[in-house]
């Protein structure tokens, strides 16, 4: 079964912290990953990550690509309240569409 | 304006009602998606659409049908709502092949609630 799985499934953190997201997937072959941000509405894009090795940052977010560990992390320094949500990646598995992880439950406690 | 709405945004029905979720964009996007998100099971696609003619399911299409009514509109059904149903329910646009990002932009959501 071609699945992407995200850890840690949530996470509590004090503002001021840094924090890791994992995302795992099982195939080699795809053409590009994304992760989305979704407070109490929907998705909204962070990032696509097409090449390996190649960080993408958008202010205290960040995140890479590597495709020998079949994996990708989303980080994000001197977290705020404002970060709280839920974190979620998706890997197209071909024809155009997208598998997507259960998610990682951030929240960030003043 | 939204580039993607969804209507409606809350509904609650019962066992065995026929529902009809409306999903309309103003991106110009060819592909259309809808997916539902389940605590705990994250985002599933349930049907997409790369054009008018052109309709697929996706993991979870079973108990749902859709209409691809014009490139702008793509509208969901459950013919015969089941409690197993409630859920939120997302529909989504890409240009992916037709543009650079590959990226996909959701509507607000709807909130289904079947008793």
């Known amino acids: 079964e071609d699945k992407v799985v995200q850890s840690p499934l949530s996470l509590v953190v004090h503002e001021g912290d840094t924090v890791t997201l994992n995302c795992s997937y099982e195939v080699t072959n795809f053409r590009s990953l994304l992760w989305y941000k979704q407070e109490k509405k929907a998705p909204t894009f962070l990032f696509m990550l097409?090449?390996?090795?190649i960080e993408k940052k958008s202010g205290r977010l960040s995140s890479i690509l590597d495709k020998k560990e079949l994996s990708s992390i989303l980080n994000i320094t001197a977290t705020q309240t404002g970060d709280s949500a839920i974190y979620l990646c998706?890997?197209?598995?071909?024809?155009?569409?997208?598998?997507f992880g259960t998610g990682t439950r951030l929240k960030v406690l003043a | 304006d939204a580039d993607v709405t969804q209507t409606p945004r809350n509904r609650i029905t019962k066992t065995g009602k026929r529902i009809m979720l409306e999903c309309s964009q103003t991106k110009g996007h060819d592909r259309m998606y809808w997916y539902r998100q389940d605590p705990g099971l994250g985002l599933r696609l349930i049907y997409y659409s790369f054009d008018v003619k052109d309709i697929n399911k996706g993991e979870i299409s079973d108990g749902y049908s859709v209409s691809r009514q014009a490139q702008a509109k793509f509208s969901l059904s459950l013919e015969s709502a089941i409690p197993n149903q409630t859920a939120l329910y997302f529909c989504?646009?890409?240009?992916w092949g037709q543009g650079a990002t590959d990226t996909q932009y959701f509507g607000p959501g709807t909130r289904l609630t079947v008793l």
């Open positions: 097409t090449s390996s090795g």
């Open positions: 998706a890997r197209d598995s071909g024809t155009y569409k997208y598998i």
């Open positions: 989504a646009t890409s240009d």
